[in-house]
């Protein structure tokens, strides 16, 4: 099975249209989208939970984009959690209804997908965990980079994920403390029970693809809604990547090859042809 997977489309009729076209070329059996596949034309700041939008307001009318989200596997990001939120049931028109209503996880093989607004992130790791909520970094040639803080990322082998518009894979270890070890109430705990998750910072260059730890070749796709379960609460190890967005130029998306348990970043262009 190979899965095409992308986010942050951000309502670019263009960019999914050459999406679909490399993953068809690339012989991809199914394509998911990760979430932001819309535009919320209302910022954040603007947001107030007691006032209702015009339609107009919200988001720009596309019933081609939205009857071709709607053919695709696609889970919730907060661009169409804000769009519902803004907009009372009568307002939505039926062929944008169908693209605002779906799951906020979704399980690929052994992948866990969402879109990342359910994880908190700090620039650079936050001097190595020094501020409240911060990650401990092993890297600090990164201090660009969008850290995920390791306490809400969810403890399975692989999580992918969109939202902070950036290519990146992060390990995250989680800590190992030792049943069989005994600690009085008087006496310090090991140094690995005191040290909370780390996380690590992995290369991410193209025409490299990069093997899946924990994840099984073949198969069908794991059961679940994308919650935890007392064997995903077994890994020592998650992988946390993340998809460079859908909607810039050149197209970002990932090729999940679940028989040799590998991603690839790949990026798609317009074609010599194609206008823009």
Avoid at 181 to 207: D, H, M, N, Y
């Amino acid at each position: 099975m190979r899965y095409a997977v992308l986010a942050d489309l951000h309502g670019r009729p263009k960019a999914l249209r050459r999406v679909l076209a490399a993953a068809a070329e690339a012989g991809v059996d199914e394509v998911v989208v990760l979430g932001d596949y819309l535009e919320a034309k209302v910022p954040r700041r603007s947001h107030d939970p007691s006032r209702y939008w015009p339609l107009s307001a919200v988001v720009d009318s596309d019933p081609l984009l939205w009857s071709r989200l709607a053919g695709i596997r696609r889970v919730l990001g907060n661009q169409e959690l804000r769009i519902r939120e803004l907009l009372r049931p009568e307002q939505v028109p039926a062929g944008l209804a169908a693209v605002l209503d779906g799951p906020e996880a979704v399980r690929l093989h052994g992948l866990l997908g969402l879109h990342g607004h359910q994880i908190r992130w700090a620039v650079g790791g936050g001097a190595h965990g020094d501020e409240p909520g911060s990650p401990d970094v092993d890297d600090a040639d990164h201090v660009d980079l969008l850290v995920p803080v390791p306490e809400d990322v969810p403890r399975v082998p692989v999580v992918v994920v969109g939202h902070t518009h950036q290519t990146a894979v992060f390990e995250i270890r989680w800590p190992h403390p030792n049943p069989q070890q005994q600690v009085s109430a008087t006496s310090s705990p090991p140094p690995e029970e005191k040290r909370g998750p780390s996380v690590r910072v992995l290369p991410t260059g193209r025409g490299q693809p990069l093997r899946l730890p924990g994840v099984v070749t073949g198969g069908a796709a794991a059961p679940g809604d994308g919650q935890r379960t007392d064997v995903d609460l077994a890994c020592d190890t998650t992988l946390l990547v993340n998809v460079a967005p859908a909607r810039g130029r050149p197209h970002h998306w990932l090729l999940y090859d679940t028989e040799r348990a590998e991603i690839d970043f790949r990026e798609a262009r317009p074609s010599r042809k194609e206008p823009g």
